[in-house]
């Protein structure tokens, strides 16, 4: 928790920290959805949101990465989901998110 008595007395309570890993808010906060979205908004804020919707629903904010349409934009690709995934054909790679994805 953090303590500072100014934070305290101008939200009535002590504000709660949380800590996860910025891997999907630093891919998210540059992807054309979210400079679309957030015009005007500072990278740090754009990080910021997709960390906090990432902590309510990470497969949901997570799967903000597939964009099925338009293939170059397939944010997704640049999770390192596994060691050995660049030697993987994307066409499988493909194949296997969507069935994790829908089950």
Do not use: C
Not at 16 to 35: F, K, T
Not at 53 to 74: A, G, H, I
């Amino acid at each position: 928790m953090v303590s500072d008595d100014n934070v305290v007395q101008k939200i009535g309570h002590e504000p709660m920290v949380s800590y996860g890993s910025m891997e999907v808010p630093q891919i998210s906060a540059n992807s054309p959805s979210y400079l679309q979205q957030m015009k005007g908004v500072s990278l740090q804020l754009r990080q910021a949101t997709s960390l906090a919707r990432f902590k309510q629903s990470p497969v949901s904010e997570t799967l903000k990465l597939w964009n099925e349409d338009d293939k170059e934009n397939m944010h997704i690709f640049s999770l390192n989901l596994h060691p050995f995934q660049t030697v993987v054909p994307k066409s499988k790679l493909i194949e296997s998110l969507r069935n994790v994805a829908v089950s």
